[in-house]
């Protein structure tokens, strides 16, 4: 690991002008590449104290053995040589997007002599028009059979064009209409290439020339009694109004737009793009990146343009770029996409209408994709190894953690407070092993005093079962009648705590009053992902690729849901509660029928017992029990309505009732899983 200090520049090496910046390791490979309005204050905040860097910052530094830079004229060539550079070094801290698939296009071979409509995938070809890029090659298959019968051009291989052209018998497409056979001479090399141009600009978006054209030969065939050629043509018009159908309006306008959105969490990005053009979707594509250095959402956006249109010029290129977020500065990103196209580029954020409609969709999309790219991340066997191996390295352990617990605090400025505990086996969550915990030692607000609680209370039970089972159990003592684990059990070989050194020490401390030595024990920092274990003042610092990390963030996101889950349901019943609750023997159903009877809570303490006991179900003893409870029970203070100064009355379940609109905590859909999250 080296010192930043032993290769920082002197003062005034530096120049305060435009340029991009290479830092190089001890082996001469370029790790990073950026770029800089002014070298000399951009790379000044690269040498501050390490502890005010950003964690992955820090790791690059001190991964790095000397800094370079070079000067430019203009923060667009700062940014053209950025991407250049990127693209030569592949430095490993720089974000790279990935494509998550090899995305065909539709591509027109305008740089042969007969030119070809083919599927094309790869690197694009200098002289070939490409439409897309497409979600499946199915869909662009489709859309060609459609429009090969208004614009018959050619799509055979060379190997099948030369061999009609030597025998004079053109291929079956040529004997259905489906191509105008210029291997045989029936069109000539310019009608044949002038067909690939009206077929390229029907791509393009410009159909309504087209539509019209044969939509007024097809009415004069039809005058002049030409009824077959009519029906033909009849029949283009409907193969091209369906191929139409095939990419939906979704900008009146008649736009040509692209529209990028960002999905994004701590270590990862997806980025979508939709392709628009003429008004409607005619290609779709996305990335997934690791963020591996701190980056915010703008600067994904600028490596997303960046890689998107750092190959292309003119119309590759559309007029208008709609982005979540604008890069700072935004004025060379836009004048550098302008000279790639040649003409103005609108680069912005939509506000209304249609557009910020279906950049929502797009947003949608980059969110799933995120999704999807994380649950196939989570269920590859290979990568779950890996990630357990990671971890059993880092924390060093005797071996992989097949086993780990993580455990979480969760409350309401106090209130309700509850812990919950979830386990993963073998890399994928086990929730039928899902537990939750009602702070009970003390009241108030105090993390570290909860965790110690919660620790101590699960393992003290695992002692108890051990104590039971002996110490040399097989797998079926470890089960209950109905064949499922006992609760509390199975020993993890791996302790996770949401949170830094107090909450590890804490829970560290729990274990060792029981005498529990055998068990490790770490803590995941939120803020910068940071593991700390017992008893060190430095915490490890995971790279942000790596699967160990990924793992150790899923188990703590997922313990941090299960315990504000079953937080907001506490506090959900707690506001529900009635003073019915506090009668022995009284169930849910003899309840609902009081209410029912009386109308409110209100109402039914002002009853007699004669008048409670015409409640079906309720005998004298019940009823004088229920009239003492709610005598003894304090009536609650009014609801007041903070806006109107109404009192509210009691609602049926004697809670108080309230206004539209007045504020108020939701009620979750549904509480935890019972059997999953047992409470303890």
């Known amino acids: 690991m080296a010192d930043p200090s032993s290769y920082r520049p002197r003062p005034g090496e530096i120049p305060d002008s435009p340029g991009v910046y290479k830092f190089r390791d001890e082996h001469r490979r370029v790790i990073y590449v950026g770029k800089a309005k002014s ?4 790379l000044a905040n690269y040498f501050q104290d390490l502890a005010g860097l950003h964690p992955r910052t820090r790791t690059m530094v001190t991964t790095a053995a000397s800094v370079e830079w070079t000067v430019v004229s203009t923060e667009v060539e700062a940014l053209q040589l950025e991407y250049s550079w990127i693209k030569e070094y592949d430095p490993r801290f720089n974000v790279k997007y990935r494509d998550d698939k090899s995305y065909p296009y539709l591509a027109v071979t305008m740089n042969e002599e ?24 199915w869909a662009i298959r489709d859309t060609v059979d459609l429009l090969l019968r208004v614009f018959p051009v050619r799509t055979c291989s060379a190997g099948v064009f030369k061999n009609a052209a030597r025998t004079g018998r053109p291929c079956l497409l040529g004997y259905i209409g489906k191509c105008s056979a210029p291997c045989v001479g029936r069109v000539s090399e310019e009608e044949h290439r002038e067909l690939a141009e009206e077929f390229s600009d029907f791509m393009a978006g410009r159909t309504g020339t087209y539509i019209r054209r044969l939509e007024k030969q097809m009415t004069d065939a039809a005058e002049e009694m030409e009824y077959e050629r009519a029906a033909r043509l009849r029949d283009d018009i409907d193969a091209l109004k369906k191929a139409m159908e095939k990419s939906a309006v979704v900008l009146a306008d008649a736009t ?16 979508q793009i939709f392709h628009v053009r003429g008004g409607r979707v005619r290609g779709q594509r996305g990335w997934v990146t690791d963020k591996v250095e701190d980056v915010t959402t703008a600067a994904l956006v600028e490596h997303a343009l960046q890689q998107l249109y750092g190959e292309e010029t003119g119309d590759s290129v559309p007029k208008e770029v709609l982005v979540p977020a604008l890069p700072d500065p935004v ?4 004048q550098w996409l302008t000279d790639r196209r040649g003409a103005n580029v609108s680069l912005r954020i939509p506000q209304r209408g249609d557009k910020k409609s279906l950049m929502e969709t797009v947003a949608r999309n980059a969110q799933q994709s995120l999704i999807l790219h994380k649950t196939k991340r989570a269920s590859d066997l290979t990568t779950r190894s890996r990630a357990l191996e990671e971890i059993a390295e880092a924390l060093d352990l005797d071996s992989a953690p097949l086993r780990i617990e993580c455990y979480d605090i969760s409350h309401l400025q106090g209130d309700d407070v509850v812990a919950s505990m979830v386990v993963f086996e073998d890399g994928l969550a086990r929730k039928s092993e899902y537990r939750r915990f009602q702070i009970k030692g ?50 993890p070989q791996l302790v996770v705590v949401d949170g830094g050194q107090p909450q590890v020490a804490a829970a560290k401390k729990a274990l060792d009053e029981l005498g529990i030595d055998d068990i490790a024990v770490c803590g995941l920092a939120k803020r910068l992902e940071e593991v700390w274990l017992p008893d060190d003042d430095d915490p490890v610092v995971l790279p942000r690729t790596s ?3 990924y793992l150790l963030q899923r188990v703590r996101d997922e313990a941090h849901r299960f315990a504000i889950t ?17 009668v022995p023997g009284l169930g849910e159903t003899r309840k609902q029928a009081l209410i029912k009877h009386f109308g409110s809570v209100k109402k039914l303490r002002s009853a007699t017992i004669d008048q409670i006991c015409e409640v079906p179900g309720i005998g004298r003893k019940t009823a004088e029990t229920i009239a003492v409870a709610l005598a003894q029970a304090a009536p609650a203070a009014p609801a007041v309505n903070t806006a109107t100064g109404e009192i509210m009355e009691d609602t049926e379940d ?15 859909a549904g509480a935890p899983d019972e059997r999953r999250g047992q409470e303890t």
């Open 39 to 42: 070298l000399r204050q951009r």
């Open 114 to 137: 007969y030119p070809r409509v083919q599927v094309m995938r790869g690197h694009k070809k200098k002289g070939v028009r490409y439409f897309g890029p497409y979600g499946h090659a």
């Open 256 to 271: 040509d737009a692209d529209l990028i959105a960002v999905a994004e969490d701590e270590l990862e990005a997806a980025v």
């Open 331 to 334: 004025e060379p990103v836009q």
């Open 442 to 491: 003390f009241e108030g607000q105090d993390d570290v005093r909860s965790m110690h609680e919660v620790i101590t209370r699960r393992f003290r039970r695992y002692l108890a079962e051990k104590e039971k089972t002996g110490e040399w159990a097989d797998g079926d003592e470890l089960k209950d009648e109905e064949g499922r684990p006992k609760r509390f059990a199975y020993p």
């Open 547 to 549: 699967e160990g990390l």
């Open 566 to 582: 079953y937080q907001r349901a506490k506090r959900a019943k707690r506001f529900r509660s009635s003073p019915l609750d506090d």
């Open 654 to 668: 004697g809670t108080p009732g309230t206004t539209a609109g007045a504020p108020g905590e939701p009620v979750p």
